[in-house]
T-cell receptor, first 112, second 115 residues
Framework: GNSVTQMEGPVTLSEEAFLTINCTYTATGYPSLFWYVQYPGEGLQLLLKATKADDKGSNKGFEATYRKETTSFHLEKGSVQVSDSAVYFCALDNTNAGKSTFGDGTTLTVKP | EAQVTQNPRYLITVTGKKLTVTCSQNMNHEYMSWYRQDPGLGLRQIYYSMNVEVTDKGDVPEGYKVSRKEKRNFPLILESPSPNQTSLYFC??????????????FGNGTRLTVT
Protein backbone atom coordinates (compact mmCIF):
# COMPACT_ATOMS: atom_id res chain seq x y z
CA GLY A 1 0.00 0.00 0.00
CA ASN A 2 0.86 3.67 -0.03
CA SER A 3 2.97 5.25 2.68
CA VAL A 4 4.64 8.57 3.45
CA THR A 5 7.64 8.93 5.76
CA GLN A 6 8.56 12.33 7.10
CA MET A 7 11.58 13.51 8.98
CA GLU A 8 10.88 13.30 12.67
CA GLY A 9 10.47 16.45 14.64
CA PRO A 10 10.28 18.66 16.41
CA VAL A 11 12.55 21.00 14.50
CA THR A 12 13.71 24.24 16.12
CA LEU A 13 15.48 26.92 14.08
CA SER A 14 16.52 30.51 14.49
CA GLU A 15 14.96 33.15 12.28
CA GLU A 16 16.58 33.36 8.81
CA ALA A 17 17.96 29.81 9.03
CA PHE A 18 17.64 27.36 6.14
CA LEU A 19 14.91 24.75 6.44
CA THR A 20 14.72 21.23 5.05
CA ILE A 21 12.02 18.74 6.00
CA ASN A 22 12.54 15.37 4.35
CA CYS A 23 9.71 13.36 2.86
CA THR A 24 9.88 10.03 1.05
CA TYR A 25 7.00 7.97 -0.24
CA THR A 26 5.93 4.54 -1.46
CA ALA A 27 3.05 4.37 -3.90
CA THR A 28 1.68 2.51 -6.86
CA GLY A 29 1.36 4.38 -10.12
CA TYR A 30 2.07 8.08 -10.38
CA PRO A 31 0.72 9.94 -7.37
CA SER A 32 0.37 13.66 -6.88
CA LEU A 33 2.40 15.00 -3.97
CA PHE A 34 1.43 17.74 -1.54
CA TRP A 35 2.71 19.69 1.42
CA TYR A 36 0.08 20.95 3.85
CA VAL A 37 0.65 23.32 6.77
CA GLN A 38 -1.30 23.42 10.01
CA TYR A 39 -1.11 26.58 12.14
CA PRO A 40 -2.07 26.32 15.82
CA GLY A 41 -5.81 25.80 16.31
CA GLU A 42 -6.54 25.53 12.61
CA GLY A 43 -7.13 22.89 9.99
CA LEU A 44 -4.59 21.92 7.37
CA GLN A 45 -4.18 24.12 4.34
CA LEU A 46 -2.39 23.43 1.10
CA LEU A 47 1.11 24.88 0.95
CA LEU A 48 2.30 23.53 -2.41
CA LYS A 49 1.88 20.59 -4.76
CA ALA A 50 3.53 18.75 -7.66
CA THR A 51 1.75 16.41 -10.01
CA LYS A 52 4.51 14.72 -12.03
CA ALA A 53 8.17 13.84 -11.91
CA ASP A 54 10.60 16.79 -11.83
CA ASP A 55 7.79 19.27 -11.14
CA LYS A 56 8.67 21.91 -8.56
CA GLY A 57 5.95 23.26 -6.32
CA SER A 58 6.49 26.62 -4.65
CA ASN A 59 4.60 29.03 -2.42
CA LYS A 60 5.46 31.65 0.24
CA GLY A 61 9.19 31.01 -0.24
CA PHE A 62 8.81 27.24 0.26
CA GLU A 63 9.81 24.81 -2.51
CA ALA A 64 9.68 21.06 -3.09
CA THR A 65 10.68 19.02 -6.14
CA TYR A 66 9.03 15.73 -7.13
CA ARG A 67 11.92 13.27 -7.45
CA LYS A 68 10.69 9.98 -8.84
CA GLU A 69 14.13 8.35 -8.88
CA THR A 70 14.51 8.82 -5.11
CA THR A 71 10.75 8.80 -4.35
CA SER A 72 11.19 12.03 -2.41
CA PHE A 73 9.51 15.42 -2.03
CA HIS A 74 11.63 17.36 0.45
CA LEU A 75 10.39 20.75 1.63
CA GLU A 76 12.88 23.65 1.69
CA LYS A 77 12.92 27.32 2.54
CA GLY A 78 15.94 29.55 2.38
CA SER A 79 15.15 31.86 5.29
CA VAL A 80 12.48 30.96 7.83
CA GLN A 81 10.44 33.44 9.85
CA VAL A 82 8.77 33.17 13.24
CA SER A 83 5.43 33.10 11.42
CA ASP A 84 6.44 29.82 9.72
CA SER A 85 6.11 28.00 13.05
CA ALA A 86 3.54 25.27 12.38
CA VAL A 87 3.12 21.56 11.71
CA TYR A 88 3.98 20.46 8.16
CA PHE A 89 2.46 17.37 6.54
CA CYS A 90 3.65 15.62 3.42
CA ALA A 91 0.87 13.76 1.56
CA LEU A 92 0.19 11.80 -1.59
CA ASP A 93 -2.89 11.00 -3.61
CA ASN A 94 -3.33 8.47 -6.36
CA THR A 95 -5.68 10.06 -8.86
CA ASN A 96 -9.26 8.88 -8.37
CA ALA A 97 -8.30 6.46 -5.61
CA GLY A 98 -10.14 8.41 -2.94
CA LYS A 99 -7.68 7.42 -0.23
CA SER A 100 -5.20 10.11 0.75
CA THR A 101 -2.05 9.18 2.65
CA PHE A 102 -0.35 11.57 5.05
CA GLY A 103 2.96 11.56 6.85
CA ASP A 104 3.01 11.93 10.62
CA GLY A 105 3.70 15.66 10.48
CA THR A 106 6.78 17.66 11.49
CA THR A 107 6.51 20.44 14.04
CA LEU A 108 8.63 23.48 13.21
CA THR A 109 9.37 26.18 15.77
CA VAL A 110 11.23 29.28 14.65
CA LYS A 111 12.77 31.45 17.37
CA PRO A 112 13.53 35.15 16.97
CA GLU B 1 -16.12 32.62 1.37
CA ALA B 2 -15.22 29.09 0.31
CA GLN B 3 -14.96 26.92 3.37
CA VAL B 4 -15.48 23.65 5.15
CA THR B 5 -17.42 24.11 8.39
CA GLN B 6 -17.34 21.62 11.23
CA ASN B 7 -19.41 21.71 14.38
CA PRO B 8 -18.88 21.64 17.24
CA ARG B 9 -15.26 22.78 17.70
CA TYR B 10 -15.05 21.15 21.12
CA LEU B 11 -17.09 18.29 22.55
CA ILE B 12 -16.83 16.41 25.83
CA THR B 13 -19.06 13.39 26.22
CA VAL B 14 -19.37 10.12 28.14
CA THR B 15 -18.86 6.56 26.98
CA GLY B 16 -21.82 5.18 25.05
CA LYS B 17 -23.69 8.43 24.40
CA LYS B 18 -24.34 8.76 20.66
CA LEU B 19 -23.01 11.89 19.01
CA THR B 20 -22.79 13.47 15.57
CA VAL B 21 -20.15 15.85 14.26
CA THR B 22 -21.42 17.86 11.34
CA CYS B 23 -19.44 18.89 8.27
CA SER B 24 -20.63 21.17 5.50
CA GLN B 25 -18.85 22.61 2.45
CA ASN B 26 -20.00 25.41 0.15
CA MET B 27 -17.70 24.71 -2.82
CA ASN B 28 -19.87 22.11 -4.60
CA HIS B 29 -17.14 19.53 -4.05
CA GLU B 30 -17.90 15.92 -4.94
CA TYR B 31 -15.35 14.35 -2.63
CA MET B 32 -15.46 14.53 1.18
CA SER B 33 -13.49 12.74 3.84
CA TRP B 34 -13.02 12.42 7.60
CA TYR B 35 -9.65 12.12 9.38
CA ARG B 36 -8.53 11.79 12.95
CA GLN B 37 -5.27 13.28 14.18
CA ASP B 38 -3.47 11.70 17.11
CA PRO B 39 -0.02 12.47 18.56
CA GLY B 40 2.63 10.32 16.92
CA LEU B 41 0.17 8.85 14.42
CA GLY B 42 -0.39 11.78 12.09
CA LEU B 43 -3.62 11.94 10.09
CA ARG B 44 -5.56 8.74 9.52
CA GLN B 45 -8.52 8.49 7.20
CA ILE B 46 -11.79 7.25 8.73
CA TYR B 47 -14.31 7.33 5.85
CA TYR B 48 -14.59 9.05 2.53
CA SER B 49 -17.28 9.75 -0.03
CA MET B 50 -16.76 10.09 -3.76
CA ASN B 51 -20.26 11.55 -4.30
CA VAL B 52 -23.79 11.60 -2.95
CA GLU B 53 -24.89 8.21 -1.58
CA VAL B 54 -21.38 6.76 -2.12
CA THR B 55 -19.23 6.15 0.96
CA ASP B 56 -16.20 3.94 1.60
CA LYS B 57 -14.05 2.92 4.54
CA GLY B 58 -10.70 4.53 5.09
CA ASP B 59 -7.94 3.11 7.27
CA VAL B 60 -9.63 3.32 10.67
CA PRO B 61 -13.44 3.04 10.20
CA GLU B 62 -14.28 0.93 13.27
CA GLY B 63 -16.71 2.64 15.63
CA TYR B 64 -17.77 5.30 13.13
CA LYS B 65 -20.57 5.79 10.63
CA VAL B 66 -21.11 8.40 7.94
CA SER B 67 -23.82 9.38 5.52
CA ARG B 68 -23.90 11.46 2.34
CA LYS B 69 -27.50 12.31 1.54
CA GLU B 70 -26.63 15.68 0.00
CA LYS B 71 -23.50 16.92 -1.71
CA ARG B 72 -22.68 19.62 0.83
CA ASN B 73 -23.00 17.62 4.07
CA PHE B 74 -21.01 14.67 5.41
CA PRO B 75 -21.75 14.02 9.10
CA LEU B 76 -19.63 11.71 11.24
CA ILE B 77 -21.62 9.56 13.67
CA LEU B 78 -20.32 7.80 16.75
CA GLU B 79 -23.10 5.44 17.83
CA SER B 80 -21.40 4.39 21.08
CA PRO B 81 -18.28 6.47 21.70
CA SER B 82 -15.41 5.01 23.68
CA PRO B 83 -12.36 6.70 25.28
CA ASN B 84 -10.08 5.49 22.47
CA GLN B 85 -12.04 7.77 20.13
CA THR B 86 -10.78 10.81 22.00
CA SER B 87 -9.02 12.69 19.23
CA LEU B 88 -8.93 15.72 16.96
CA TYR B 89 -11.18 15.20 13.94
CA PHE B 90 -10.97 16.93 10.57
CA CYS B 91 -13.38 16.99 7.69
CA UNK B 92 -12.03 17.74 4.22
CA UNK B 93 -13.37 18.12 0.69
CA UNK B 94 -12.11 18.46 -2.86
CA UNK B 95 -13.42 18.58 -6.43
CA UNK B 96 -12.97 15.11 -7.91
CA UNK B 97 -11.27 12.73 -5.49
CA UNK B 98 -8.10 14.40 -4.32
CA UNK B 99 -5.50 14.19 -7.04
CA UNK B 100 -3.77 16.19 -9.69
CA UNK B 101 -5.71 19.40 -9.47
CA UNK B 102 -7.75 18.71 -6.39
CA UNK B 103 -6.02 19.56 -3.13
CA UNK B 104 -8.01 18.96 -0.01
CA UNK B 105 -9.77 21.81 1.80
CA PHE B 106 -9.95 21.20 5.56
CA GLY B 107 -12.28 22.33 8.29
CA ASN B 108 -10.86 23.76 11.52
CA GLY B 109 -11.26 20.56 13.46
CA THR B 110 -13.37 19.12 16.27
CA ARG B 111 -11.66 18.25 19.54
CA LEU B 112 -13.56 15.28 21.01
CA THR B 113 -13.02 13.95 24.53
CA VAL B 114 -14.80 10.77 25.62
CA THR B 115 -14.69 10.03 29.36
Amino acid sequence: GNSVTQMEGPVTLSEEAFLTINCTYTATGYPSLFWYVQYPGEGLQLLLKATKADDKGSNKGFEATYRKETTSFHLEKGSVQVSDSAVYFCALDNTNAGKSTFGDGTTLTVKP
Amino acid sequence: EAQVTQNPRYLITVTGKKLTVTCSQNMNHEYMSWYRQDPGLGLRQIYYSMNVEVTDKGDVPEGYKVSRKEKRNFPLILESPSPNQTSLYFCASSLPPAGENSPLHFGNGTRLTVT
